[in-house]
C-alpha cells in the first residue's frame, strides 16, 4: 500500500482527517574551504583557494514514511577554485594574473526515486524517463507526488575565467589596464516520471472504508489499492 494507515479518528461519515503527522525539513550544507598564499621572494607572490561543497541542499521532512511526498530532495553540489600569481618588477608596476573555475549542479530528485515506479501502480517502467512513481491525483482525494514538479532535474554550470592586470604607477597618477575572458557552460537535463489525474472515486460503497487523509487541504483518500 502506497497510502499510510489511518492514526487518528477522522469524521464520523466521511474519515476525513483520521492521518495526521508533522516534521521537520533539514538543510545540510557540507564544505570545505582551503586557501595558500606564499610570498616567493619580495617580487613574486602566489595564492590559491579551493572551495568544495559535496552537499548543499534542502531534505523536506519525510511525513507518511512511504516516500510518496511531492516535494522532491535538492542537493546542489558545488567546487570552485582560484590561482593567483602577483608580480611587482619594480617600484612602477604591478601584474596580477589570476585563473579561476568554478562547477555547481542544481538538482532535484523526487523521494519516491530508488523506491517506487511505474510498477507500483501496474504501469510499464519502459514508458517513463525517470526511475519514479509517476504523480497522479484522483479528483477529490489526496495526490500522490508532486504532478507539476515530478522529474529527476540536473542542472550542471561551469564558469571559467581568466584574468591578467597591470598598474603602472606615473608620479601622483597611475594608469591601469587589463584583460578578461570568461566562458559560461550550461546543460539543463529533465528526466521526468509522468502524472495525470483520474476522475471519481475507487470504491463500491458510498461511505469509504478506508481511507487516509495525507494532504495540507484535508482531502480524504480512499483509494483501498493503493
Keep these: 500500500a502506497l497510502y499510510p494507515s489511518p492514526n487518528r479518528a477522522g469524521d464520523p461519515i466521511t474519515s476525513e482527517g483520521n492521518f495526521f503527522a508533522s516534521g521537520t525539513s533539514t538543510n545540510v550544507r557540507d ?8 610570498a616567493r621572494n619580495d617580487t613574486h607572490t602566489i595564492a590559491g583557494r579551493v ?4 552537499r548543499s541542499g534542502t531534505e523536506p521532512a519525510a511525513l507518511l514514511g512511504n516516500n510518496i ?20 618588477p619594480n617600484d612602477k608596476w604591478v601584474i596580477n594574473v589570476l585563473v579561476g573555475s568554478g562547477y555547481w549542479r ?14 507500483s501502480i501496474g504501469l510499464d517502467p519502459q514508458l517513463f524517463q525517470a526511475s519514479v512513481l509517476p504523480a497522479f491525483g484522483v479528483f477529490g482525494y489526496s495526490d500522490i507526488g508532486n504532478p507539476g514538479n ?5 542542472f550542471p554550470r561551469t564558469t571559467s575565467s581568466f584574468q591578467a592586470n597591470a598598474t603602472r604607477q606615473m608620479g601622483e597618477h597611475s ?14 537535463v529533465d528526466r521526468h516520471g509522468g502524472g495525470g489525474a483520474a476522475r471519481g472515486t475507487v470504491s463500491d460503497s458510498p461511505i469509504p472504508r478506508r481511507s487516509t487523509m495525507i494532504s495540507r487541504e484535508n482531502e480524504v483518500s480512499d483509494l483501498r489499492n493503493l
Excluded at 516535494?71 to 600569481?85: K, V
Excluded at 530528485?109 to 517506487?116: A, C, K, L, M, Q
Excluded at 587589463?178 to 539543463?188: A, P
Design 31 to 38: 564544505e570545505v574551504d582551503t586557501r595558500v598564499d606564499w
Design 51 to 54: 572551495s568544495f561543497a559535496p
Design 69 to 88: 511526498e511531492g516535494a522532491a530532495i535538492a542537493r546542489n553540489p558545488r567546487l570552485h577554485g582560484t590561482f593567483s600569481n602577483t608580480f611587482v
Design 106 to 119: 542544481e538538482e532535484t530528485i523526487p523521494r519516491s526515486f530508488g523506491v517506487h515506479d511505474a510498477s
Design 150 to 154: 515530478n522529474q529527476i532535474r540536473s
Design 175 to 188: 594608469l591601469r589596464f587589463g584583460f578578461w575572458w570568461e566562458s559560461n557552460l550550461v546543460n539543463n
